[in-house]
């Protein structure tokens, strides 16, 4: 059972920066070896970095597979280079993205639809989780099954910024005086922009959907990001989980846009960091699994017990602890670990976990869209922020 990192990511996003435009340099270049499905018994995932748990063990006892999850960061333009320039599905038989990577890549043919009837969980998961417009694409079909959902805002370090569980405004990130040069920044347009645009938003300015904006709209955000950044308000920004973790933990900044992982890692390591609470709202996403076009017979029949797995209790109870994510069947989660006889304290931070997410996900804004209309002209207002 494995767990790996693809190597090489500064220079491919660099190669990436601006869009999802598939350039000649990378195609040119693919950065993993080609793998063939010849090894029984063994299921491929390209995966987010933060759905990989620590031990398979669980998943290896229960399905009899071995788990070979490769680790990606979070960011749509690279899913796209993978699935579509890389053929990717050549070589995995899952893949674990961000919710909305189906309205590019599922009627188009690069991700199959699920076949509800080869998941016995399936059932068991709520209609609402399925349904989620992050789940089935444009055509209306269901290409994704939910892993883990969030709420993602900021982290900060107690004793510096503000009191623990004080209902703190995205003002804090990117207009804040106090903090000039002591914030640090996710480098992805799907969650810095609009994160912006809802503080834009929760300040009056006529923003319809911060996951959807208009290209006028991206523009007053980008504008506004640009005139901040000038001002010396950002430090730096993060490229992958390891790095938002150092950058926080060593106090080179003293709030952090980042996940909520990163914050749990911390605290673990006994420092005063918490995740904020925010009075305009979150970025909501979902991330889901989906099966690769290529995947037939054998592979296919692997890659849905695989994902019927991730439905179930013992992912769920794991996630919830370690992460602080919301997962497909909550209650199955609960009831995984009061069986297994886990202690009070996890028992209680996965009671915990479930009414934090019902609180946070009742505000109105906003679902993270990979894939909104306007994504070139929000990717070219991202690129002019970040040349600025």
């Known amino acids: 059972m494995t767990t790996s990192k693809i190597s090489s990511r500064l220079s491919r996003r660099s190669v990436l920066k601006g869009g999802v435009t598939l350039g000649a340099a990378a195609l040119a270049a693919p950065y993993y070896a080609r793998n063939a499905f010849a090894a029984s018994g063994k299921v491929r995932v390209l995966g987010v970095t933060t759905c990989a748990l620590p031990s398979w063990d669980g998943?290896?006892?229960?399905?009899?597979?071995?788990?070979?999850?490769?680790?990606?960061?979070?960011?749509?333009?690279?899913?796209?280079?993978?699935?579509?320039?890389?053929?990717?599905?050549?070589?995995?038989?899952?893949?674990?993205?961000?919710?909305?990577?189906?309205?590019?890549?599922?009627?188009?043919?690069?991700?199959?639809?699920?076949?509800?009837?080869?998941?016995?969980?399936?059932?068991?998961?709520?209609?609402?989780?399925?349904?989620?417009?992050?789940?089935?694409?444009?055509?209306?079909?269901?290409?994704?099954?939910?892993?883990?959902?969030?709420?993602?805002?900021?982290?900060?370090?107690?004793?510096?910024?503000?009191?623990?569980?004080?209902?703190?405004?995205?003002?804090?990130?990117?207009?804040?005086e106090k903090m000039l040069g002591k914030i640090s920044l996710e480098d992805t347009w799907l969650t810095t922009l609009p994160n912006a645009a809802l503080y834009l938003l929760g300040?009056?300015?006529?923003?319809?959907?911060?996951?959807?904006?208009?290209?006028?709209?991206?523009?007053?955000?980008?504008?506004?990001?640009?005139?901040?950044?000038?001002?010396?308000?950002?430090?730096?920004?993060?490229?992958?989980y390891e790095e938002s973790v150092d950058m926080l933990g060593n106090k080179e900044v003293l709030i952090e846009e980042c996940w909520e992982p990163v914050v749990k890692q911390l605290q673990r390591d006994g420092k005063d960091v918490v995740y904020a609470n925010c009075k305009e709202g979150y970025s909501k996403w979902m991330i889901g699994a989906y099966l690769p076009s290529q995947a037939e017979g054998e592979r296919l029949e692997k890659a849905y017990k695989a994902i019927d797995w991730f439905l179930g209790g013992d992912y769920g109870a794991q996630i919830a602890v370690n992460q602080g994510y919301a997962t497909a069947n909550p209650t199955a989660s609960l009831k995984f670990a009061t069986d297994a006889g886990w202690d009070a304290e996890k028992i209680g931070a996965i009671k915990a976990n479930m009414a934090k997410v019902e609180r946070k996900m009742a505000l109105p804004h906003y679902w993270q869209n990979s894939s909104p209309d306007n994504v070139e002209a929000i990717e070219a207002e991202w690129s002019r922020f970040k040349q600025a």
């Open 203 to 240: 300040k009056g300015e006529k923003i319809g959907d911060p996951s959807n904006m208009t290209p006028e709209e991206a523009k007053m955000v980008a504008d506004f990001l640009i005139e901040r950044k000038k001002a010396g308000q950002f430090r730096a920004f993060w490229h992958s």
């Open 59 to 176: 998943f290896a006892k229960d399905t009899g597979l071995e788990m070979d999850f490769v680790a990606i960061n979070s960011d749509p333009g690279l899913y796209v280079q993978e699935v579509v320039a890389n053929e990717a599905g050549d070589d995995y038989d899952i893949f674990i993205f961000d919710g909305g990577i189906e309205d590019r890549l599922g009627a188009s043919g690069h991700f199959q639809v699920l076949d509800p009837s080869a998941m016995e969980l399936w059932g068991d998961v709520s209609a609402d989780v399925k349904s989620s417009p992050l789940l089935q694409g444009v055509d209306g079909a269901q290409y994704g099954a939910p892993i883990v959902f969030n709420a993602d805002s900021f982290g900060y370090w107690v004793g510096d910024v503000a009191p623990a569980d004080e209902e703190l405004s995205w003002g804090m990130v990117f207009e804040n």
